[in-house]
């Protein structure tokens, strides 16, 4: 779920492009609180130009894209509803006097509730064109963050890295996935991948990378192993496509020995294609002595599980999950 910039700014005050310009420093302190746990507080200070500490500005949290409605205003109180484009809350202000507020919001997004507290107190004067460079700055290096991660879904040829993300990917990133993933490095990368339970590593699967991309798995395959075929590469043709390994293996691997061993270009596909066998042979005793009428064989392809795990922790920590 991406939280907007309401919450992840905890409401701060929106800067104005000015130059320079006098201001008033506060120091907030916020809570948030999200799927029955309550995140640790925070503490930042921001510097309000003047005139831009009005309450319904910091309610806001400059986010322009977020609309109120139902606004009252009484003496030392503020309430507003509030609808931003990944969701919508109520929200309420109450000052102490002009130096110190509460403010308590609960926003219900992707169907989860959030809610959020924040104290502030005003510190006195500040400049406040210092503090725009630093939330300049500040957001470049979430933009940046945020480009790394979007270029982590193509690299890890995982959807999960660009659907978590939202409408902040480039569809590029969307495109490139999909078109790594119509080659056969980029198939065979996905291919081996199998469950593990976990939503992010799993999203990564080829039924959910097909699923993700519009395409059908099988037919796809079809079409690789017949380029494979066409150019003979034989790691992919070992792999997925046994229509074509068998009389390759008949006609390049069969009877042969150490003293009368396969061509060198053959060597690699012969012996993994006899573990190949023989692995899938010894899963099929152990199905039959277990009672298993199909006699399926288990997959000999290993579980790369730890090959999501990295990115998935960069995407996490950059949401504080």
């Not at 009005?54 to 806001?60: R, V």
């Not at 519009?214 to 066409?230: H, K, M, W």
């Not at 596909?269 to 006899?274: D, L, P, S």
């Amino acid at each position: 779920m991406r939280l907007p910039v309401i919450a992840l700014a905890t409401l701060c005050i929106a800067l104005p492009a000015i130059a320079a310009e006098p201001g008033t420093e506060w120091e907030v302190t916020a809570t948030m609180e999200m799927g029955g746990m309550k995140m640790p507080g925070t503490t930042n200070r921001f510097c309000a130009p003047e005139g831009a500490d009005d309450p319904e500005t910091m309610a806001k949290g400059g986010d322009e894209r977020c609309q109120m409605s139902d606004v009252r205003q009484s003496p030392g109180r503020f309430s507003y509803k509030v609808t931003c484009p990944d969701g919508a809350g109520t929200g309420e202000m109450v000052w102490d006097g002009n130096d110190s507020y509460t403010s308590r919001m609960t926003m219900t997004m992707d169907g989860e509730t959030v809610q959020m507290v924040q104290k502030g107190r005003r510190l006195g004067s500040c400049d406040a064109s210092v503090m725009k460079k630093q939330a300049a700055a500040i957001q470049a290096q979430g933009a940046a963050a945020q480009k790394q991660v979007c270029a982590s879904g193509p690299e890890q040829m995982n959807p999960y890295m660009l659907t978590a993300m939202g409408a902040d990917c480039d569809p590029k990133y969307r495109q490139e996935l999909c078109a790594k993933f119509g080659t056969r490095a980029g198939f065979r990368k996905v291919a081996v991948r199998r469950p593990t339970g976990s939503p992010e590593v799993d999203a990564a699967t080829l039924p959910e990378v097909a699923k993700f991309c519009g395409v059908q798995a099988e037919p796809l395959q079809a079409r690789l192993c017949n380029e494979a075929g066409q150019v003979e590469d034989l790691g992919f043709i070992g792999g997925w496509c046994p229509d074509l390994a068998q009389p390759i293996a008949q006609r390049e691997c069969a009877g042969r020995s150490h003293s009368a061993p396969p061509a060198e270009k053959y060597r690699g596909f012969c012996n993994r294609y006899g573990r190949g066998v023989m692995e899938g042979e010894e899963a099929a005793d152990d199905a039959d002595d277990a009672g298993d009428a199909s006699g399926a064989p288990a997959s000999a392809v290993p579980t790369p599980a730890d090959l999501m795990k990295e990115g998935t922790k960069r995407l996490k920590g950059l949401f504080g999950r």
